[in-house]
């Protein structure tokens, strides 16, 4: 009997150098057996195992080999996922996926739009606000690019971003213009999925885009010029879910929206002011100075003026213009607690104005539902019966206005 468990042990296990065996007495022979001195079939220089009459279990040291073994097999794809993931990072970074502010503030302007050209009691365009939103964040991503690559040797000077890809070395300058390439593409892309007029209109906009980084070594307003381009979605929501752009309604639309990134902007630039002094970059931190919260409480009223002439031409209810001022009130309190020499609260206040844009377009959703329907036919009557009274008369005929 003990020659036959033998005989199986080593069956079972080819490496007997770390085995030992204990038996379990079952009856009086194997009593017997049990309490004379212990047969050791193997010197045992490692973890015994347990043989009862029925059963013989793993030892323990198998099971760590096992894990070791699927350990193993997983460890090239674990190695390849880095791989892949380092040689991304770089070109995610360029494109500024890791701080996805600009991409919002890119994207209100747009959802501002599209959300007061909507049809009295109705919901905005949600096909129109995903389209806008990939849109938004492709070309802020190609906006990113552009900026570094015309900035690179100024990135270098600047403690904030002489880590960014561009500048460090990470991306090289061929590199990153075909990424840019793939960038422009994918935009036009999305473009195309818009009509014509949008299309046109569209493209109108990428003069802004290219030379906007310029503008800091040419005037301390570079952030008109990037409130110009950053807003041009004020225009395109309107026309893409309508067809033309109402004027009255989108300009002081796109008014305020610029008053609003110069506001915001210049909160951001007052971070590198030390830096930009030394280089020879120009800003609106550096124009306004120690008047900073003056020049910003005055671009607060026009944008907040704005709004309400917008909102007046789109016949919006009161929760349109309680969000109007829920956002004057928070744009004045960013300006009183803002403190233009810590760096840090600079940025605190810069990332904030997220949640303006979210109030302002919560706030245009809400009247919108709200608008009667009525009113709205009436308005546009109207405009048409004022448009055809100023229209001159052709042999004796007016033209009569259209129901």
């Not at 290219?210 to 004020?234: D, E, H």
């Not at 907040?304 to 744009?331: E, F, K, N, R």
Request: proline share 5%.
């Amino acid at each position: 009997m003990l020659s036959l468990r033998g005989l199986l042990i080593h069956s079972r296990f080819p490496k007997p150098s770390c085995l030992g065996v204990k038996f379990q007495a079952t009856n009086t022979e194997d009593r017997r057996i049990h309490n004379r001195k212990p047969v050791n079939l193997i010197t045992p220089t490692c973890n015994y195992l347990r043989l009862g009459p029925r059963c013989l279990h793993k030892s323990s040291l198998l099971l760590q080999q096992d894990i070791k073994d699927k350990v193993s097999n997983v460890t090239p794809t674990t190695k390849l996922t880095e791989k892949v993931a380092t040689a991304i990072s770089p070109y995610v970074r360029l494109m500024r996926m890791d701080r996805p502010i600009g991409t919002y503030l890119l994207f209100w302007p747009c959802a501002w739009s599209i959300a007061l050209s909507a049809n009295a009691g109705c919901w905005p365009d949600l096909y129109m606000l995903a389209l806008f939103a990939s849109g938004a964040l492709i070309m802020r991503g190609a906006g990113c690019t552009i900026n570094d690559l015309w900035d690179r040797d100024i990135d270098k000077k600047v403690e904030r971003t002489r880590n960014r890809p561009l500048a460090s070395g990470e991306v090289t300058p061929f590199d990153a213009i075909v990424f840019l390439s793939a960038q422009l593409s994918l935009g036009l892309l999305v473009l195309l999925q818009l009509n014509l007029e949008c299309i046109m209109l569209g493209a109108c906009s990428l003069g802004l885009v290219v030379t906007y980084p310029l503008m800091k070594r040419i005037t301390y307003w570079p952030q008109l010029v990037l409130g110009m381009a950053f807003n041009w979605g004020a225009l395109l929501g309107w026309c893409a879910t309508q067809g033309s752009v109402d004027w009255s309604a989108c300009l002081p639309l796109y008014l305020s929206g610029i008053c609003w990134t110069i506001i915001y902007d210049t909160i951001y630039a007052h971070q590198d002011k030390k830096d930009d002094v030394q280089i020879g970059v120009k800003s609106t931190a550096l124009r306004f100075g120690d008047n900073t919260k003056i020049w910003l409480s005055g671009f607060t009223a026009a944008m907040l003026s704005g709004l309400t002439a917008a909102g007046m031409a789109c016949d919006q209810t009161l929760p349109y213009y309680a969000s109007v001022g829920i956002v004057g009130g928070h744009l004045i309190q960013q300006i009183y607690s803002l403190n233009i020499d810590n760096a840090t609260d600079c940025a605190k206040k810069f990332f904030s104005n997220s949640q303006v844009g979210l109030i302002l377009f919560l706030g245009i959703v809400l009247g919108t539902l709200l608008k009667s329907e009525d009113t709205t036919k009436e308005t546009k009557t109207n405009k048409t019966a004022i448009s055809s009274s100023n229209s001159p008369t052709i042999n004796g005929f007016v033209p009569l206005p259209s129901t």
